[in-house]
């Protein structure tokens, strides 16, 4: 971490047509930090990505990234200034390969003159990829298909990633696997990394801090290693005591 702020979300409320979720939404996360957010179902940590990815509007509040405010911008222009999603179940085009999904990821003007030379570097991040490379998505396995997920994301080289519950589908050994590469690509890159996880041991294992979200509001924010020891935390989101 560089004790630079990254991302920076000040009094932040949004929601849909019917429901307000957001509630007064403030936080910061550094640049490359490992961020995660934990709450219940329905707390509104997908509605949070989503704001901050630019496919919820916001009704108040301002989003900075890199310094800029970025609540009024269209999702599919946060990309090319280096903020990339990679939505719950990853989102891929089933009928399409490994490596056309991957070349879709790398739509911004500047990944196209480096599609090839980014695959490989994402190919040396997750091998699995290479050997899979002409092989329909839809017929990947539900780890494999969370790496190329990931792996589309970081075709446009983001300086920042926001995952949405990588671990969905995955065995408890593949969900390690998954969020290992992800703390390694957060050191060896120097990427900021804004993880939605309901798996929580194992998510506070790899983050820097975390921030509980309960109705949409946070309302703890800690060094992920502190929250891991925490009595309140433990009972309420790991089951343990
Ligand atoms: N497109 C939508 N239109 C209307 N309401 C929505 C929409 N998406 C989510 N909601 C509502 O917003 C609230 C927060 O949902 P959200 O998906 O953000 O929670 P979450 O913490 O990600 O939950 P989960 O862990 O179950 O995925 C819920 O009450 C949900 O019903």
Do not use: W
Request: aromatic share 4%; proline share 4%.
């Amino acid at each position: 971490m560089s004790g630079t702020v990254h991302l920076e979300l000040s009094g932040v409320n949004a929601g849909y047509r019917a429901a307000s979720v957001l509630h007064d939404m403030s936080f910061a996360v550094e640049t490359g930090e490992i961020a995660a957010i934990v709450g219940a179902n329905g707390a509104g940590k997908s509605t949070l990505l989503g704001t901050i990815a630019g496919l919820v509007r916001p009704t108040t509040g301002k989003i900075r990234f890199d310094g800029t405010e970025i609540q009024n911008h269209r999702a599919h222009d946060l990309p090319e200034r280096g903020l990339v999603l990679v939505p719950e179940g990853g989102k891929l085009f089933p009928f399409m390969t490994v490596a056309e999904n991957l070349t879709l990821g790398a739509y911004t003007p500047k990944a196209r003159g480096a599609i090839a030379s980014r695959m490989e570097e994402i190919c040396e991040i997750f091998p699995i990829l290479k050997e899979r490379r002409d092989q329909l998505a839809g017929r990947l396995s539900g780890g494999e298909r969370q790496m190329c997920a990931i792996g589309r994301a970081l075709m446009s080289s983001p300086s920042m990633l926001m995952l949405d519950e990588p671990s969905v589908g995955l065995s408890p050994l593949m969900t390690e696997r998954v969020l290992e590469t992800v703390a390694r690509l957060a050191k060896e890159e120097n990427l900021t990394v804004l993880i939605v996880e309901q798996r929580v041991t194992e998510v506070l294992e790899i983050a820097d801090r975390a921030h509980i979200l309960d109705h949409g509001r946070i309302v703890k924010s800690d060094r992920a290693q502190t929250l891991l020891h925490n009595k309140d935390v433990r009972q309420t989101y790991m089951g343990l005591n």
